[in-house]
């Protein structure tokens, strides 16, 4: 079976799971350009180049699709965790499959892990499903879930979605006739927008529970916070509930590393965090 793979590096173990199948052949890696420091495509670039496996990262065009089918007898285009909506070429014989970290129909959208979090939702998993015109919407081939527990954070979670797809990648392309053919039509479903700064912002009058969930759901991707006169990122803090009398906001102690703020009740330990000075 000859796919072609657009991607980055949040779900790269698919691709090398898909590389070392016998009955797999990878033609083309898709991916675009990143950070680096938030978003990663090295290893899927590594994996690529490794494999001599010819490598893009302009957007995938309609002509790139025709090509893949009609040229280079493709049989499936691969995406996972993709920048770019592929575009669906009927009239080449086009089947697509996408990798989407949530239970679908819940949860669709461009990063939706947060939302697991931040909802308080008590289970997650990966679902793969055919590629149409609408985001996220083509039927269901084959779906996994999991337990989200009361600590969870975004890398963890991101980790265990990781691995599940990997799984359910091998599961499906090793018989990938029969799961086409048998894949369930989508019904219902929620779309969780792209976080707004205020999602993903948080301050001292808040719950102890609201600011840790809020820090928990975006990790290392920084949440925001507002003391001392400046705007802070967060990327992880210890939060309890304790009884005092402090105003919230107020710096109730310094170590060389870390602040001690109150919260309306209780206390924030900022261990990692740094100045935002992205307004100036």
């Not at 949530?102 to 998993?125: A, C, E, H, S, Y």
């Not at 990327?235 to 703020?261: F, M, R, S």
Request: with cysteine; aromatic share 14%; charged share 25%.
């Amino acid at each position: 079976m000859r796919i072609a793979y657009c991607g980055y590096d949040f779900f790269y173990t698919c691709l090398k799971k898909l590389l070392k199948m016998e009955t797999v052949e990878v033609i083309r890696v898709f991916t675009f350009d990143t950070d680096n420091q938030y978003n990663y495509n090295k290893y899927v670039t590594k994996l690529a180049e490794e494999n001599q496996i010819p490598i893009t990262t302009r957007k995938i065009s309609e002509q790139d699709v025709r090509e893949l089918f009609l040229e280079h007898h493709c049989d499936c285009i691969v995406t996972a965790g993709y920048l770019y909506r592929i575009p669906v070429v009927n009239d080449v014989g086009f089947r697509g499959v996408n990798i989407h970290p949530t239970l679908l129909p819940q949860g669709r959208g461009r990063w939706p892990l947060p939302f697991v979090i931040l909802k308080g939702l008590d289970k997650n998993g990966v679902t793969l499903h055919k590629i149409n015109d609408q985001f996220d919407e083509g039927d269901i081939l084959l779906q996994r879930s999991f337990p989200v527990n009361e600590r969870e954070d975004l890398e963890t979670l991101s980790c265990r979605c990781q691995m599940m797809a990997e799984q359910l990648v091998e599961t499906v392309f090793s018989d990938f006739e029969r799961y086409w053919k048998n894949a369930v039509p989508q019904t219902g479903g929620e779309y969780w927008d792209y976080p707004t700064l205020e999602e993903m912002s948080f301050d001292f009058s808040m719950s102890v529970k609201e600011i840790d969930r809020v820090i928990r759901a975006y990790g290392k991707f920084d949440s925001c916070v507002r003391f001392a006169g400046k705007d802070w990122l967060v990327w992880d803090a210890n939060c309890w509930h304790e009884n005092h009398n402090y105003q919230p906001g107020t710096i109730v102690h310094t170590t060389n590393k870390e602040y001690l703020i109150a919260a309306k009740d209780g206390f924030v330990c900022l261990r990692f965090y740094e100045e935002d000075k992205s307004n100036g």
